[in-house]
């Protein structure tokens, strides 16, 4: 298994939407195993592929409190959605920044596993956060897009700043970890 690099915002190819996946052959198991070990040692608890750069419809999510329920959802779609809530979301995407998102309180889900099965799934509370904002990866969308162009600017300008400190002086310390990463998806 390997660790891949994870795309920050605003880096550009965050912006793809993804395709469907086809082939569910032994380079989608790597791509699994690989993007499930770059989730936990982030540590988040949801990875869509579009964050590795990978350009597939396949995202990974783990909210137990064990860290050992790994769920895969290859080629998601929403049946439906329903209610509303408003929760805190980070992302590994937009390291540190935690902002209230607003979102359907329940959706089901139809997707595929690893081996092309078919199922559908009822998801709620953490799960359904995690999940609409994994699929948003999947399309090309980032949860500051929900945010007012004033902030998402702000987080823009702070992040750009950080990156090019990284490029400058590649062996500083990293920025100040996520204050919780229970919310970074
Ligand atoms: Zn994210």
Redesign the pocket.
Known sequence: MARLTILEFPDPRLRTRAVAVEKFDGALQRLIADMLETMYAAP?I???AT?VNVHRALLVMDTSQEKNQPQVYINPELLSRDGLEVSE??????PNFFEQVERPARVRVRAQNPDGSVFERDLEGLDAVCLQ??M??LAGK??VDYLSSLKRERIRRRLEKEQKERREHPGAAPASPARSAAR??
């Open positions: 988040g949801g990875l869509a964050q979301e980070g992302c590994l995407s937009v904002h994994e948003d990866h980032l949860f970074v998806i």
